[in-house]
């Protein structure tokens, strides 16, 4: 991490040049307004096709023990960052293999030659694929979140951070009853968490029962989720618990955006999902009054974090 090599993955992170069709980028799936999602069920590549899961949000991306839906293998950006960079089968980014076009179209730019000579400086050849994407990661582990109304309430000891209702739905959440806490837990809503000394933590999955498509737990057979990388039955439909934090701004839900606002996502869990042989334990039928529903609401909306969403730094460079 540097100064320069953050700078430089910002400028990348907004640049379509990367792309053939010099039209798309990052940001193009990761909008900073939205949190770093798209508002899309399913993400679109460079060349409109669509991605078979939604866009996950780039908040606190730092300390996942794991990244994508769907596998717990990809455990750092650098290495996640080449699926959309040169996934074929959709195409994302549509690099081909080697990058080489886009590392020679950014060679061709003065700026960037200054850029990359600075933020890698001990490298004869400075301006490289890996460089690129090591700098694009720099970038996004700067990305965090951590002054919602909730961080004041808690962190700040601001007793007047979080109105009435947000404080009743914070019990409520936290509560054996409705449970919420049991996935959605730690710093970052999503589970375990990595930092210095706690490396080799695992990332959280569950089957939430979304789906059963054939009466005994079956997701459908385009997207079923953990199973598609460890082959095991028990795995049938889990997906990565993704954060909670600004979830106000990162509708449609789910892996696969199938549950298009946060009340569609309390009427699933009120019903238990679909229940099935794979379905996570934790999830079960939770009986919500109308105002406890809305003190949940409440609550998840004081997870939004509006400086982040509005820092300067994380918006494309002028």
Known sequence: MSAAKVALGRRLFFEARLTPSGRYSCSSCHRPELAFTDGRAHALGA??????????????????????????????????MRQ???????????LEADGALAVTTLAADPGYRAQFAAAFPDDPKPLSMDHIIRAIAAFERTLISGRSAFD??????????LPES??????????ARIGCAQCHSGINFAG????????HERALFANTGLYDVDGRGAYPSSDRGLI?????AADMGKFRVPTLRNVALTAPYMHDGSLATLEDVLDHYARGGRRNPHQDARIRPIVLAPAERS????FLACLTDREFVENPDFAAPK
């Open 295 to 298: 003190d949940l609401l409440a």
């Open 228 to 232: 598609e990388v460890t082959h095991r």
């Open 152 to 161: 004041r309430y808690i962190f700040d000891d601001d007793r007047g951070a």
């Open 47 to 80: 060349t409109g096709a669509t991605v078979r899961r939604s866009a996950m949000s780039l908040t606190n991306v730092a300390y996942n023990p794991a990244f994508t839906w769907g596998s717990e293998k990809v455990r750092s950006l650098e290495a996640q």
């Open 192 to 199: 375990p968490i990595v930092y210095e000394g706690h490396e």
């Open 166 to 175: 947000a404080k009743r739905g914070m019990a409520l959440f936290y509560s």
């Open 84 to 94: 959309p960079l040169f996934n074929e089968h959709p195409v994302e980014m549509g």
